[in-house]
T-cell receptor, first 115, second 111 residues
Framework: GAVVSQHPSWVICKSGTSVKIECRSL??????MFWYRQFPKQSLMLMAT?????????EQGVEKDKFLINHASLTLSTLTVTSAHPEDSSFYIC???????????FGPGTRLTVT | GENVEQHPSTLSVQEGDSAVIKCTYS??????FPWYKQELGKRPQLIID?????GEKKDQRIAVTLNKTAKHFSLHITETQPEDSAVYFC??????????FGRGTQLTVWP
């Protein structure tokens, strides 16, 4: 149990375009999902908390208009990077809470490269 | 959010030796402390966690100790093997179950 998938696994886009990343919980319902960003050789930085049926809660310094999060169902959350720029190039990882108030299981990540 | 400090940033050991990674946290209300292992380009994998009602937890070659008074917890890996080489992250939760991660420790186990 506790399988989380992400799609796509990697994407290359041009500067100024938007990219959508999907995060799915495959074998359980996730009322809460989290989105992280990880730059090379750095830690995971929490971007936002996504709750099913309500607005996402963004961490300080994360632009909510740039990183649009939608959690329309108990098994799907999406992150849209709008007007992407090269500095948005990163590894984006989602996680879903399962089994308790704190346990999180991670998706495989999405490598975004903006040219 | 929670402030999590992790040391060392890199650790090299000989196969068979032990490795210890230490973390401190700032929020005294935190009561769950996971450790994740991340191989290059892959997702973090939960390897062990501990709750604040116990001081130590062990799972085969891996153990975690917690000192709530001092607000620090440590990961201990015994009899290290080359396949233990990876980046290890500690984390601590803040409100609403958000996890905040340490900077990571690159562990290299030399055969």
């Amino acid at each position: 149990g506790a399988v989380v998938s992400q799609h796509p696994s990697w994407v290359i886009c041009k500067s100024g375009t938007s990219v959508k990343i999907e995060c799915r919980s495959l074998d359980f319902q996730a009322t809460t999902m989290f989105w992280y960003r990880q730059f090379p050789k750095q830690s995971l930085m929490l971007m936002a908390t996504s709750n099913e049926g309500s607005k996402a809660t963004y961490e300080q310094g994360v632009e909510k208009d740039k990183f649009l999060i939608n959690h329309a169902s108990l098994t799907l959350s999406t992150l849209t990077v709008t007007s992407a720029h090269p500095e948005d190039s990163s590894f984006y990882i989602c996680s879903a809470r399962w089994g308790g108030p704190y346990e999180q299981y991670f998706g495989p990540g999405t490598r975004l490269t903006v040219t | 959010g929670e402030n999590v400090e992790q040391h060392p940033s890199t650790l090299s050991v000989q196969e068979g030796d032990s490795a210890v990674i230490k973390c401190t946290y700032s929020d005294s209300a935190s009561n769950y402390f996971p450790w994740y292992k991340q191989e290059l380009g892959k997702r973090p994998q939960l390897i062990i966690d501990i709750r604040s009602n116990v001081g130590e937890k062990k799972d085969q070659r891996i153990a975690v100790t917690l000192n709530k008074t001092a607000k620090h917890f440590s990961l201990h890996i015994t009899e290290t093997q080359p396949e233990d080489s990876a980046v290890y992250f500690c984390a601590a939760p803040s409100t609403l179950g958000r996890l905040y991660f340490g900077r990571g420790t690159q562990l290299t186990v030399w055969p």
